[in-house]
């Protein structure tokens, strides 16, 4: 049976691919601090003898007692309130994390996936953002700790590559879905637990700004895709559907049917103005690209938080 290694394996993304690996015929060892992660998202694994779950901090050396085949990095605290919290756990995961991960996967011979970001463009000054685009990011602001752990964690795996490493790399752009933690100052969560409290929906700015939400069964069949394939990357995953935020916004109010009004508040330090995807090479190299409506997607997380 191959084995995979999942860092932050009961992270929100992290725990769908856990599902999707355990369901395709992996044993999985997934490993998490429980920073961000939660343990409720992997407990209807906990009674299969193909999964494992440890406890543990990637900055801190790992001896997995197996050698996986494919080592997934997914660990980091990805979402604004838990950076912004923890700063400087930020920085180490994306640095000593991935380095400690880099170096379990050559002492293995496994191939190393790394979950990368749209936030290594920044506020970006073209769109969509093809992977060829340097970015427009502030090193010093307060998404800098994001940012720039992702930027330096896709520069060290590229080195561990020239030394030999099989490696890839994908930017995950936003993802959303069931098992979105509440709080976490996403914007697709913010708005649904809003929007089934009957509380103002709070958008940032005037709305006008864009994302592109990709639902999560999306995101992890293109992950799989790359993992793969032979192309190294880094390679865009996400949908090209680009949306305003009050337009998102709106679709949940509409989908819960709420009596929410929109909020308006100050748009945050370094909130990118645009954010969409050139799924060119993927589409290309991968044969892959999103199948799930925005509109369904929300259906689904917005039945998810009803639920839970």
Known sequence: MKVALVTGGAGFIGSHLCDRLIADGWRVACVDNFVTGAKDNVMHLADNDAFELIEHDICE????????????????????????????????????????????????????????????????????????????????????????????????????????????????????????????????????????AGEPVTVYGDGSQTRSFCYVDDMVAGLLALSTNDEIGPVNLGNPDERTIRDVAELVIERTKSSSQIELRPLPEDDPRRRCPDISLARTRLSWSPTVALEDGIDRTIQWFRDS
Request: aromatic fraction near 10%; charge should be neutral; charged fraction near 25%.
């Open 61 to 196: 050396p790992l001896d997995l007692g197996v050698e996986p085949s494919v080592v997934w990095h997914l660990a980091s605290l990805a979402s604004p309130e838990a950076y912004f919290a923890k700063p400087i756990e930020t920085l180490e995961v994306g640095s000593v994390g991935t380095k400690n991960m880099l170096d379990l996967a050559r002492g293995s011979g496994a191939r190393f996936v790394f979950t990368s970001t749209s936030e290594v463009y920044g506020d970006p000054e073209v769109t969509p953002q093809p992977e060829s685009y340097r970015g427009n990011v502030s090193p010093i602001g307060r998404r800098a700790v994001y940012d720039e752990s992702k930027r330096y964690a896709e520069a060290l795996t590229m080195a561990y590559y020239r030394d030999g490493l099989d490696v890839r790399i994908a930017r995950v752009f936003n993802t959303y879905g069931p098992r979105l933690q509440p709080g976490d100052g996403r914007a697709v969560s913010n708005f649904i637990r809003q929007a089934l």
